[in-house]
């Protein structure tokens, strides 16, 4: 599975954390996010990975800045793009059954490795459910057609 990578300055050393642990478990993994420590703005990379998950360069997403919540806010307005902030597993594994969401994103000042690590996990290895849930997420890309 190809999974694509954006990050801030905020969120550097956690996205090259979490670029190797994906990498050794065998996932390709494809940067684009600043390495740079440099002040920059989240917009630009949550856009960038949205525009790879769209464009289906990448199968799934993940964006990192000191929240979450700015480059996730960026992501979504991407059209195609589900995506959701996770500060542990149980919301993360709930996006991919219920919402099928395409994108996760997390605040590198927000939680540390460790559990990025294991929602990271939780989120991509729970397949979506289908059924109902399909009705309301069409529901939900009805609202970005109109
Ligand atoms: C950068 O200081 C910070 O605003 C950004 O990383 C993020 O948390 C925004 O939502």
Redesign the pocket.
Known sequence: MKIGIGN????VEMKNEIMEYLTEKGYEVVNYGTDSSE?CD?PIYGEKVANAVAAKEVDLGIAI???G???SLAANKVKGIRCVVCSEPYSAKMSRLHNNANMLAF?A?VIGPELAKLIVDTWLETEFEGGRHQRRVDMIMDIEAK
Do not use: E, K, L, P
Not at 8 to 11: G, I, L, Q, R, V
């Open positions: 801030d300055h905020s969120a002040s989240y800045c000191g929240t919540v700015g480059i605040g000042r």
